[in-house]
């Protein structure tokens, strides 16, 4: 059974930056299409980025400019690099692989 385990979420002020990492423990990583997600209470998991076997991105329009996902296949690893960091960015973000894997989710928190 593949898992995925996310790392490098916390706690950081407005304006500010992190980066997330995704490890994955299967060696077909380089082959799956990964994705980052977000959650808030109350409301639907929503689509941050995805990234294609072949390196193809894709982002949702209010990350777009300020996040930038990337994947290490040598590492089996997906990456999130968020700087100018929002409030409203605050949210348990989630590692997906293609179709139906998930991560155990994450917390970031961003203050004002």
């Known amino acids: 059974q593949v898992q995925l385990v996310e790392s490098g979420g916390g706690l950081v002020q407005a304006g500010g930056s992190l980066r997330l990492s995704c490890a994955a423990s299967?060696?077909?990583?380089?082959?799956?299409?990964m994705g980052w997600y977000r959650q808030v209470p109350g409301k639907q998991r929503e689509l941050v980025a995805e990234i294609t076997s072949g390196g193809n991105t894709n982002y949702a329009d209010s990350v777009k400019g300020r996040f930038t996902i990337s994947r290490d296949n040598a590492k089996n690893t997906v990456y999130l690099q968020m700087n100018s960091l929002k409030p409203e960015d605050t949210s348990v973000y989630y590692c997906?692989?293609?179709?139906?894997?998930w991560g155990q989710g994450i917390q970031v928190t961003v203050s004002s």
């Open positions: 299967t060696r077909s990583f380089s082959i799956k299409d």
């Open positions: 997906r692989m293609f179709p139906v894997t």
